[in-house]
């Protein structure tokens, strides 16, 4: 046993003062134990054992449904480390702020000690943690997503370090919720808030937000990405990584089931939401994915959209916030089957309160559940990425795909990314913002820094990845999704692919290279001529507006933007200008 941990433990216990300790050792009796506790205190409600074996339902606190940006901050020495795009506080204050609320909180409570690892446990990418937490939810959660338990232990003890992380649901007043980042020191302190992002502290917290403050240190990259591989009917995989943000669709990619029209193509999962990716010594860039579950957004899965997520969450699932059928079948808005008696809240269900499951519901899973979970998932040195792919949630502007000229260039697509908001974190929903590289809420120092690190990255690398843009969501001008998207978005990924290889034709734009409408394949697709022109549209007019907008949202990081970044945008200015 770890004596750095057993001290950090016992300091914890020291303010918080619970009634008693449990270490978690990751057993299979373990998670079960939980479970059961969990039902006996009405804190879990067991879903059909015929339809859903192993499958549990969790209402979370109704003011408790996600990620509270707002309430998020990266606390450093200096202010200008962590940067216009994250909240800071300084590093004392927020120890003393949180200390006030963590103290006597545990009372009455069990304190669970719950060791990680993050990656698979023998690769030298990984890194471990340890929660501190008074949620069996979250105990039972960091058991599907990391691997926790003996094993992870025994990793602290040989690698002599690791993340601190304390956590308390403390009263669940919004008022006193916050979910603190300490980079300097590999520590996290989250209080207030039982949900995903804010309290499984592995995930977002810990894999992005300290993973990317120390990947810039130590020369890699933590990313809010997808891993995938796509395997073609002569065996041949490449392996992308697409940063997507918030519930736009990387758990959908990194899953897809080819359409009929792609026979033998095989489609592999190796994450679907954060990517380490590593220089290997042959100058390509290789990456892992450092959690073993998944935590997605359940509305709109069916076999239809989603058909592996689909059969992955019939069994041994927790599903948070969805609804419940009368025979205690979870139900959410998209299931073509079923209606719901209960909403999300465990109310009679009355459309007039809004859907029946809360638009950020969850599925909590194990990875190795998939049917696409690739065998390549826990190789210690992870996998070759051919391409890097940014992404978002346009109505407007951003075509179906476009290519970077070059690393650098992509940098800049990526630096420029812009979404429409969703319900992944609390407050508005469909407003465009900057999210560049998907990672507005998840980098843990200043985006400058980070576009610079990106920057350096590529040029260390002989063979980097080709950098591309999708955009899935394009609107008609009645509102309807002009690309039918999810397994058809594969045509997308094959032109990228043998774009990668140099097999596929691209025209040259003011924004990058783009498929001529017969480069892609639309055969025995239901769209028309018309739709492909627009998808695939560059107007220059509006791109000026756009990259004007990049330049404003540049000009907040001041003397530390990259010369190379502005000078990437000047020239694309200098593109659409001339177009
Ligand atoms: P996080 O877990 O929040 O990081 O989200 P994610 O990026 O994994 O998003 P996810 O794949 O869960 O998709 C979120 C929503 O987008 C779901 O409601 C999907 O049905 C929808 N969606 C995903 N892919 C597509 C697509 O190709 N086209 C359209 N129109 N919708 C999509
Ligand atoms: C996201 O919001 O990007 C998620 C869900 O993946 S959460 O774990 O809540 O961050
Ligand atoms: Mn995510």
């Keep these: 046993?770890?004596?750095?941990?057993?001290?950090?433990?016992?300091?914890?216990?020291?303010?918080?003062?619970?009634?008693?300790?449990?270490?978690?050792?990751?057993?299979?009796?373990?998670?079960?134990?939980?479970?059961?506790?969990?039902?006996?205190?009405?804190?879990?409600?067991?879903?059909?054992?015929?339809?859903?074996?192993?499958?549990?339902?969790?209402?979370?606190?109704?003011?408790?449904?996600?990620?509270?940006?707002?309430?998020?901050?990266?606390?450093?020495?200096?202010?200008d480390d962590a940067g216009p795009n994250n909240h800071w506080m300084a590093p004392?204050?927020?120890?003393?702020?949180?200390?006030?609320?963590?103290?006597?909180?545990?009372?009455?409570?069990?304190?669970?000690?719950?060791?990680?690892?993050?990656?698979?446990?023998?690769?030298?990418?990984?890194?471990?943690?340890?929660?501190?937490?008074?949620?069996?939810?979250?105990?039972?959660?960091?058991?599907?997503?990391?691997?926790?338990?003996r094993a992870a232990l025994a990793r602290i003890n040989r690698d002599g370090a690791f993340v601190k992380g304390l956590h308390s649901t403390g009263d669940m007043n919004p008022e006193r919720r916050f979910i603190m980042h300490f980079p300097e020191e590999a520590s996290i302190k989250s209080f207030g808030s039982g949900y995903g992002g804010n309290a499984l502290l592995g995930k977002k917290c810990h894999a992005l937000r300290i993973a990317s403050w120390q990947a810039r240190s130590e020369g890699w990259l933590a990313e809010h990405m997808l891993i995938v591989g796509i395997e073609n009917p002569q065996g041949e995989t490449h392996y992308i990584a697409c940063a997507f943000p918030s519930a736009c669709g990387k758990t959908n990619l990194s899953m897809l089931i080819p359409p009929a029209s792609y026979p033998g193509w095989k489609v592999w999962t190796i994450g679907d939401d954060i990517a380490w990716l590593h220089p290997g010594k042959d100058g390509r860039l290789y990456a892992i994915n450092p959690e073993s579950g998944y935590f997605g957004v359940v509305p709109g899965t069916n076999a239809k959209t989603n058909r592996n997520a689909y059969e992955t969450i019939r069994r041994d699932t927790i599903f948070t916030n969805v609804a419940l059928t009368a025979d205690q079948q979870p139900w959410w808005e998209g299931l073509t089957e079923g209606k719901p008696l209960l909403d999300w809240q465990g109310r009679a269900y009355d459309p007039a309160n809004g859907p029946a499951a809360h638009p950020n519901s969850r599925f909590?899973?194990?990875?190795?559940?998939?049917?696409?979970?690739?065998?390549?998932?826990?190789?210690?040195?992870?996998?070759?990425?051919?391409?890097?792919?940014?992404?978002?949630?346009?109505?407007?502007?951003?075509?179906?795909?476009?290519?970077?000229?070059?690393?650098?260039?992509?940098?800049?697509?990526?630096?420029?990314?812009?979404?429409?908001?969703?319900?992944?974190?609390?407050?508005?929903?469909?407003?465009?913002?900057?999210?560049?590289?998907?990672?507005?809420?998840?980098?843990?120092?200043?985006?400058?820094?980070?576009?610079?690190?990106?920057?350096?990255?590529?040029?260390?690398?002989?063979?980097?990845?080709?950098?591309?843009?999708?955009?899935?969501?394009?609107?008609?001008?009645?509102?309807?999704?002009?690309?039918?998207?999810?397994?058809?978005?594969?045509?997308?990924?094959?032109?990228?692919?043998?774009?990668?290889?140099?097999?596929?034709?691209?025209?040259?734009?003011?924004?990058?290279?783009?498929?001529?409408?017969?480069?892609?394949?639309t055969a025995g697709l239901q769209i028309s001529q018309a739709a492909v022109e627009e998808l695939l549209r560059v107007d220059p007019v509006l791109w000026r507006t756009e990259f004007t907008a990049i330049g404003a949202y540049f000009d907040e990081f001041r003397e530390r933007l990259p010369a190379a970044l502005r000078g990437e945008l000047t020239q694309a200015l200098r593109r659409v200008a001339a177009a």
């Design 92 to 149: 004392a204050q927020a120890h003393r702020q949180m200390d006030d609320l963590f103290r006597d909180c545990m009372r009455g409570r069990t304190l669970y000690v719950v060791p990680y690892c993050m990656g698979p446990i023998d690769s030298p990418y990984s890194r471990c943690g340890v929660e501190i937490t008074d949620s069996a939810y979250v105990v039972l959660n960091m058991h599907l997503m990391t691997r926790t338990g």
């Design 364 to 521: 909590t899973v194990a990875a190795a559940q998939n049917p696409s979970y690739s065998c390549a998932a826990d190789a210690p040195g992870g996998v070759p990425i051919s391409a890097i792919v940014f992404g978002g949630r346009r109505r407007t502007l951003a075509p179906l795909v476009y290519q970077a000229r070059d690393w650098p260039h992509g940098v800049l697509l990526g630096a420029g990314v812009a979404s429409e908001t969703t319900a992944a974190a609390t407050g508005a929903v469909g407003v465009v913002r900057r999210d560049p590289m998907a990672m507005k809420p998840f980098a843990g120092y200043n985006f400058a820094d980070y576009w610079n690190h990106w920057i350096r990255v590529g040029e260390g690398l002989a063979a980097p990845p080709k950098v591309f843009h999708v955009n899935w969501f394009r609107q008609s001008s009645t509102g309807s999704f002009l690309w039918p998207g999810f397994g058809e978005n594969l045509r997308v990924l094959r032109w990228i692919i043998d774009r990668c290889k140099g097999a596929a034709q691209a025209r040259e734009t003011p924004i990058g290279y783009l498929p001529a409408a017969t480069d892609l394949d």
């Design 1 to 79: 046993m770890s004596r750095e941990v057993a001290g950090w433990v016992a300091e914890a216990a020291r303010l918080t003062r619970p009634d008693r300790i449990v270490w978690c050792d990751g057993s299979n009796a373990e998670f079960q134990r939980l479970e059961r506790q969990m039902l006996a205190a009405r804190e879990l409600i067991a879903l059909n054992p015929a339809s859903h074996p192993g499958c549990f339902l969790y209402r979370s606190d109704p003011a408790d449904v996600a990620r509270v940006e707002h309430l998020t901050y990266v606390c450093t020495h200096n202010r």
